[in-house]
């Protein structure tokens, strides 16, 4: 089993994930496609929190492109040494695993925090409220009371959809993580028999 190739495949998926999370939290920022809202600051305080930016984007970013460095042709990686650079290099990235685990598990966390609370909106009092913070997110199994938010005009489905995306995203991008570990474990463990193996092989 080549360690680095599949090591590789996490970190190119990370990196579309990664631009998936940023672009998805940068929507938050302009409901209806209006800026209007963000200038004003009738915004979800938990947009601003960057989870989509920093946690499940430019945090995930480093971990990855680590990732797809790993892949040798010449399995030799760390100082181009045979016995020691498949381990080097992969147990290298059980560290960098872990960065991607704290930015994707903040991604998810201010995710659904957001999806819990719900969007900052106009209510029927001509008051700019969380209409929704005190029903701890029965909101969300109950679209016949969206209609409560009267500006932004679709704020629910807004929020709600991309939140829902970000918590998804960071989701995968967790267990990916979670799975390159395991992956880097195994890839130290057995990364000096497998350079011994590339001599026969080649």
């Known amino acids: 089993m080549c360690y680095g190739k599949c090591a590789r495949c996490i970190g190119h998926s990370l990196v579309w994930l990664a631009i998936l999370c940023i672009v998805a939290n940068i929507l938050l920022y302009f409901p209806n496609g209006e800026t209007k809202y963000a200038s004003e600051d009738h915004l979800s305080h938990f947009v601003w929190f960057f989870s989509g930016i920093i946690g499940g984007g430019l945090l995930m970013l480093l971990p990855a492109f680590i990732f797809m460095g790993l892949e040798q042709d010449d399995c030799c990686g760390c100082g181009g040494h045979e016995n020691c650079g498949k381990r080097c290099a992969m147990f290298s990235s059980v560290l960098a695993a872990l960065?991607?685990?704290?930015?994707?598990?903040?991604?998810?966390?201010?995710?659904?925090?957001?999806?819990?609370?719900g969007p900052r909106c106009l209510d029927a009092s001509g008051?700019?409220?969380?209409?929704?913070?005190?029903?701890?997110?029965?909101?969300?199994?109950?679209?016949?009371?969206?209609?409560?938010?009267?500006?932004?005009?679709?704020?629910?489905?807004?929020?709600?959809?991309?939140?829902?995306?970000?918590?998804?995203?960071?989701?995968?991008?967790?267990?990916?993580?979670?799975?390159?570990?395991?992956?880097?474990?195994?890839?130290?463990?057995?990364?000096?028999?497998?350079?011994?193996?590339?001599?026969?092989?080649?």
């Open 99 to 117: 960065i991607g685990i704290a930015g994707s598990g903040y991604c998810v966390i201010v995710a659904a925090l957001g999806l819990a609370e």
């Open 127 to 202: 008051q700019w409220n969380y209409t929704f913070a005190n029903t701890e997110g029965g909101y969300l199994l109950d679209s016949s009371t969206w209609s409560q938010c009267i500006e932004p005009k679709h704020a629910v489905e807004w929020n709600v959809s991309l939140f829902s995306i970000l918590l998804a995203l960071g989701g995968i991008e967790f267990i990916l993580c979670l799975f390159q570990i395991i992956n880097g474990v195994l890839g130290g463990i057995c990364g000096y028999c497998c350079s011994r193996q590339q001599q026969y092989d080649c």
